[in-house]
């Protein structure tokens, strides 16, 4: 198909990076399918607790989660919500609450990297407070279908492993013969244009260079891999590309990022716990509000 303006948007998928057992051991949450595969797994180990528990009162469910970016955050604090709602299923023999565990394990220092360190650590609180075990600065070395390994050999049983460690875009975006980094990302300039300025790219395909406001003149970062960034992105081009074809230009207009972030916590975290990282947000429904904690 000809063209004379390409944007290419194609996404990314969860990166394993390599990690001996990872691609075949975890599930990745890339897509619909994936994640009722998950769903399915969950309650087939929640039936063999049950059916387990008689004869091993200590037995437990581990679920273990990879990467402590906003994904493995949301995932781990869904699942402790979900324990509230696993007696429904007749499982009698089951105390959700003391036997399905959830370990959350992040390479980095931090919990959420890309958010300042304050709320980084409200997280890891709420978590903690609620049952989650955080382990940060544990690189995951390999993964088994007992539990993970990490670089220090140390053990982390898990029957159901998460890989929420980080994306990478689809591999053929390096064979068209424009620059990428080393996940294959193209590399944009602050017009989202590639080095052929008739090939644009958006979204977690893009590598985009940031100078966050008030920081002009320092090295610029790159915009992470979320949605609403590759929304303002589309948003963006599709005015650019508009005015192109009414053969007007907007060209020398930069692609302005508007910063902000949410991330659910669930229902229990309660509105007196997010006050104070609550900006003025005027069009969200109040009871959903009662779900956001974070605001970056
Ligand atoms: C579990 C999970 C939770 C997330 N939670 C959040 C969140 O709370 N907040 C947030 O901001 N972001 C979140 N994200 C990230 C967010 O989903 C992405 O940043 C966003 O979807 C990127 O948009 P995109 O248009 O670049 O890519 P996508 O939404 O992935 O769209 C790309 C599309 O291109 C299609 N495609 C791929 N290859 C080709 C090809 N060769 N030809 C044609 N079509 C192709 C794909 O099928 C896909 O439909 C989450 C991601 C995951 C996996």
Redo the contacts with the bound molecule.
């Keep these: 198909m000809p063209y004379d303006t390409l944007v290419v948007?194609?996404?990314?998928k969860s990166n394993f990076f390599n990690t001996p057992g990872a691609a075949q051991q975890a599930i990745a949450?890339?897509s619909t399918a994936q994640a009722e595969n998950f769903r399915l797994q969950l309650m087939r180990e929640l039936v063999l607790l049950n059916e387990l528990k008689p004869q091993q009162p200590k037995a437990k469910l581990n679920i273990a989660i990879v990467g402590g970016g906003?994904?493995g955050v949301?995932l781990a604090a869904e699942l402790l919500e979900a324990r509230l709602g696993m007696s429904f299923y007749g499982l009698e023999n089951i105390k959700p609450l003391e036997d399905v565990l959830v370990t959350l394990l992040e390479g980095g220092p931090r919990l959420l990297p890309a958010l300042p360190e304050k709320l980084s650590q409200t997280a890891r609180e709420l978590l903690q407070e609620r049952g989650v075990r955080v382990e940060t600065s544990v690189r995951v070395a390999r993964v088994t279908s007992e539990g993970l390994y990490d670089t220090q050999d140390l053990f982390y049983p898990a029957q159901l492993c998460v890989w929420?460690a980080g994306i990478e875009a689809?591999k053929?975006l390096a064979q068209l013969g424009l620059a990428v980094n080393r996940l294959n990302q193209l590399e944009v300039d602050d017009k989202l244009r590639t080095e052929d300025a008739h090939v644009y790219a958006?979204?977690?395909?893009a590598h985009t260079p940031w100078v966050e406001e008030g920081k002009e003149g320092a090295e610029p970062a790159f915009l992470p891999?979320?949605?609403?960034?590759?929304h303002q992105q589309a948003t963006y081009l599709f005015k650019v590309i508009a005015a192109r074809i009414k053969g007007q230009s907007i060209q020398s207009v930069p692609f302005h990022h508007v910063r902000g972030?949410?991330?659910?916590l669930c229902p229990w975290v309660r509105r007196h716990e997010i006050t104070e990282f609550r900006e003025p947000i005027s069009n969200v429904r109040e009871n959903w509000i009662d779900c956001v904690m974070l605001f970056g």
């Design positions: 948007e194609v996404g990314s949450l890339d906003a994904t949301e929420a689809p053929f958006l979204g977690d395909c891999a979320r949605a609403q960034v590759a972030m949410l991330n659910s």
